[in-house]
Each structure stands twice: as C-alpha cells, then as structure tokens.
C-alpha cells in the first residue's frame, strides 16, 4: 500500500486498490499577512487560513472574505489565469493571486499586498487605468495598400510565419504584472515619460502586422518612451503568459528605432524610399 503525503492536510491520504480514502485528520493552517487600507493609511492583518489540497492564494482571499473580514478588497473574475484580474504581490513578487499555489510557497507568513506601481483604491484593489489611457495613446491596426495581387483578389494575404510572429503578443491578458515589475515606473514612477512594458507588446504586436501601413517609430519613441527600458528583462520574468517581451517585443523595437533616428545609411535608403519604413505604408498623414 502506497502512501503519499499531502501538504494541506495532516493526515495522510491512503491508496488501497485504486481507492484513495483521506483520513480525517486536523487541517494545516497558514498565516497570510495582508495589505489592509487604502491610498492613503494601511498594515499588514494577519489572517490564518486553513489549508486544503492544491490551494492557492486567491482561495485564501476569498476564505479570509467569508469567514473572517468580509470587506477584504480584492480584483478577480476567472479563477484560470486569463482575465488579469487578480494580480497583486505575493511575498513581494508581482503575480497573478489565482495562479500561485500556497503548497509552493517558502514557510511562514504570506504577504500579500496590492501592485506598487499604480495607486492603491483599497485593499488589494489599485487603480490600474492609467494602463488603459497609454492604451488609448497607441494608433489601431491602419491596413496599408494591397499589392496587385492582393487588389484582384480583394483581400489580404498573410504568410503563417507573420502570423505566428504577432501571435505570441496577442496572448497578454492585460495584468500588467509586467508594468508593476518594471523600475522604470515602479520605482521612478516614470509614468509621464514611458508607457511600459505591455505597451512595447502592443505596439511590436502593430508593427510587426505586415498588412499594418501605419508608421510607428516615433510613435514608439516619443508617447512610448522606448529609450527608457534598458533592457533589465524582469518584465520577462513575471509575464504569466510567458511572452518574451524584451526579446521579442522591445528589443526588435528599439533596433528600429535607432535605424530610424540614428543610423545614417539607414536614413538613407529611408529617404530614396520616399520616407516609407514599411512597403504597404500609407503616405504620411501629416
Ligand atoms: S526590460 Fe525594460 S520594460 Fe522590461 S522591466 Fe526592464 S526596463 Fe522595464
Ligand atoms: S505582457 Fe504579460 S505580464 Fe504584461 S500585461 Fe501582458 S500578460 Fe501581463
Ligand atoms: S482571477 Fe482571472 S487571472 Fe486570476
């Protein structure tokens, strides 16, 4: 007879025959320490939650929420990792509440607190809408001029490469755990001059778009204030959908924006192509 043992509770769980029978022993517990408060006055609570098998953070939210605080403040809506909503800091990383497994945490108090980079509204709930005013900032997808081919036969055509490229940027679920990680507005509070990490996603996800026409270079540099990442990689690191933003997003970015701006051979063939980066680009609408 195999037995396993079981983080969440004391007892063991017994196989016997493909049965599993759990004994009924007592429950495990665990401190979470959190943020209670608002924008302007707060403390950690202690809260000592029980444990069951496979429990993650945001369950204990909800049990401090239903047997102990009820006016516990928290953001969450799926429960699957890919509204974006229930992001927070667990044990001062930024992470989505949902998706973080108590089993996996080291011993002794979780704290749990709200992002850092934006205004706290209470509790763990921060105001996140300046992410949705960068978002507003950003041109949408412009089609650029069809080829011959593309005119005859009405429509676009898109090779699977291209496709596959954009792809990985249209998986963000908008958590901004990415925004809350980077320094730049985290810890310079840089929100004026730089729109952040998911922001460099949306705009690569744009540019990258070989039917997009629209010319996004300055765009990318001057409201997205580009040149202030350098390139740290911890919005990376954070990203729950594992998107390489920095690779894949912001570095392929900056490169065109240097050749743009700063690279003389560059802005020379830019200037016998009639100013048009891209082939499909739409004439300047200026
Ligand atoms: S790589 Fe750039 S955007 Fe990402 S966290 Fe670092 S500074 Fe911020
Ligand atoms: S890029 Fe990743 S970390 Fe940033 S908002 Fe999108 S899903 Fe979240
Ligand atoms: S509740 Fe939707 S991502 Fe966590």
């Known amino acids: 007879m195999g037995v396993e043992s079981d983080p969440g509770v004391a007892g063991a769980i017994s196989k016997a025959g493909g049965l599993e029978i759990q004994d009924a022993g007592k429950k495990e517990s665990r401190v979470l320490r959190v943020y209670r408060g608002n924008a302007h006055e707060g403390a950690f609570v202690d809260h000592e939650v029980d444990l069951s098998p496979g429990m993650v953070v945001l369950d204990a939210i909800h049990q401090i929420q239903n047997e102990q605080a009820s006016d516990l403040a928290c953001r969450w809506n799926c429960k699957a990792g890919k509204c974006g909503s229930c992001s927070a800091e667990v044990n001062g990383n ?15 108090p979780i704290h749990v607190a709200p992002l850092k980079a934006f205004p706290i509204v209470k509790d763990l709930v921060t105001d996140v809408s300046w992410n949705y005013e960068q978002n507003k900032k950003i041109k949408p997808f412009t089609p650029g001029i069809m080829t011959a081919e593309e005119q005859a036969k009405g429509e676009f055509k898109m090779l699977q490469m291209d496709v596959d490229r954009v792809q990985e940027f249209r998986k963000c679920i908008e958590c901004f755990l990415c925004q809350d990680v980077c320094h730049v507005l985290r810890t310079h509070q840089k929100h004026d001059d730089f729109a952040g990490p998911r922001f460099m996603v949306r705009h690569a996800s744009l540019d990258m778009h070989p039917k997009d ?12 204030g580009i040149g202030m990442c350098n390139i740290t990689k911890c919005c990376t690191e954070v990203c729950p959908e594992h998107i390489k933003i920095t690779d894949n997003a912001i570095i392929p970015l900056k490169e065109r924006v240097v050749a743009d701006r700063f690279d003389p051979l560059a802005k020379i063939g830019l200037a016998l192509r009639g100013g048009k980066r891209k082939a499909n680009a739409l004439p300047m609408a200026e």
């Open 213 to 224: 026409g629209a010319d996004r270079v300055k765009d990318v540099w001057k409201e997205g």
């Open 94 to 108: 930024p992470r989505l509440m949902c998706m973080t497994r108590i089993q996996d945490l080291p011993e002794g």
